[in-house]
């Protein structure tokens, strides 16, 4: 069974930074497919940021939010920096199965599938 636990949530100011951490157990982290998403009130979730089995990322902002992961420690990291009041959020980490396609040699990244319970984060001016 996937467990995801994020933390490092918490209130800053505008301009300011915060690491989210997601600790991944049941699963690979360095060798699967996983994401942060965020849900502000009232609005949609949103994909921030993911990653692939082969370490390729996509991002709703690359200038400011950076994905990665810690194999050792098998933790998922959000960094975030320049933060604004619209990036106030509920942030979640996310898993997603993985599957081979034998024709192209390939791996790649199928549906989400496990969630965390999020963390809150604050940005005031």
């Known amino acids: 069974q996937v467990q995801l636990v994020e933390s490092g949530g918490g209130s800053v100011q505008v301009g300011g930074s915060l690491r989210l951490s997601c600790v991944v157990s049941?699963?690979?982290?360095?060798?699967?497919?996983m994401a942060w998403f965020r849900q502000a009130p009232g609005k949609a979730r949103e994909e921030v940021a993911t990653?692939?089995?082969?370490?390729r990322t996509t991002y709703v902002d690359s200038g400011r939010f950076t994905i990665s992961r810690d194999k050792a420690k098998n933790t998922l990291y959000l960094q975030m920096n320049s933060l604004k009041p619209e990036d106030t959020a509920t942030y979640y980490c996310?898993?997603?199965?993985?599957?081979?396609?034998?024709?192209?040699?390939?791996?790649?990244?199928?549906?989400?599938?496990?969630w965390g319970q999020g963390t809150q984060v604050t940005v005031s001016s």
């Open positions: 996310a898993a997603r199965k993985v599957d081979y396609n034998e024709d192209s040699g390939d791996y790649y990244c199928k549906e989400y599938y496990a």
């Open positions: 049941g699963y690979i982290a360095s060798a699967g497919c």
């Open positions: 990653i692939d089995i082969y370490g």
